[in-house]
């Protein structure tokens, strides 16, 4: 395991890992093979496990953890995450999954995608092949339930927020901010450059998973046309 991280308490029940602070494929391997670590443990005071770009929280209840550890201090978490981060060199980080999401780029459903293209003086038929080119990494989920961070999008695609959000982002839409995209599960304010919208739920409260991508998922869009996503719509 890479030694280059520090463990931080946040708040009285929880600390947060954090490796070096940027977005990129060997940080994030490192981050799932602390997760992967952490998990297979199955302590029953380590409650929440989150990963991040960079970092990763540990939930933890510290009764249940004074009682099996004989003891509690403010550091007893930490060495203990710390002996299993040495450790998890040899844990195996999970197969990861590859996702094949449809997204329609349809102008009724990509609001920023002309004003993108008009911007960075290539067609919209350009973004829409550099944008599922790619295969991108779910680097987190957040924000909203279910929301996946990915990245990175091609140096062409990077596109700053909206200077002013919208107050209502249709709920599947497919939208860039910096070098990420995303895909937003709920209708919400948002202020991501919408270039799309899929026809798939996001988020399902009542599910067993309750969220379609995790952490560690790959992730390749799949254009379909605008009378795809309406029948898809009504039978997915």
């Known amino acids: 395991m890479h030694s280059n991280y520090r ?9 947060i890992i954090e490796w070096e602070q940027q977005i990129g494929g060997e940080i994030h391997r490192q981050v799932m093979q602390a997760f992967h670590g952490l998990r297979q443990l199955r302590k029953s005071y380590i409650l929440d496990i989150i990963p991040a770009y960079a970092s990763l929280t540990v939930v933890y209840d510290a009764v249940l953890l004074y009682r099996e550890q004989h003891g509690y201090t403010v550091e007893t978490i930490s060495n203990l995450i710390t002996a299993t981060l040495n450790n998890a060199s040899a844990v195996a980080p999970g197969p990861s ?3 094949e999401i449809p997204v329609c780029y349809h102008p009724s459903l990509a609001p920023d995608l002309p004003v993108m293209a008009e911007r960075k003086n290539i067609p919209p038929e350009q973004i829409i092949a550099l944008h599922t080119a790619q295969t991108y990494t779910v680097y987190m989920l957040g924000f909203l ?3 996946p961070y990915m990245g990175k999008v091609h140096d062409q695609l ?5 200077k002013h959000p919208r107050v209502k982002v249709p709920a599947g839409s497919v939208g860039i901010a910096g070098a990420q995209t995303g895909i937003y599960p709920q209708e919400s ?21 309750p969220c379609y991508c995790g952490p560690g998922d790959q992730v390749k869009f799949i254009p379909v046309s605008l009378a795809d996503f309406r029948e898809m719509t009504h039978t997915i």
Not at 7 to 15: E, K, Q, T, Y
Not at 158 to 162: C, F, G, H, I, K
Not at 189 to 209: H, K, V, Y
């Open 145 to 147: 339930p279910g929301f």
């Open 189 to 209: 304010p948002g202020g991501w450059n919408i270039i799309g919208r899929t026809p798939l739920q996001l988020f399902d409260a009542a599910a067993e998973n």
């Open 158 to 162: 990077v596109t700053p927020r909206l």
């Open 97 to 99: 999954r590859l996702l």
């Open 7 to 15: 463990i931080s308490p946040l708040g009285d029940r929880a600390v």
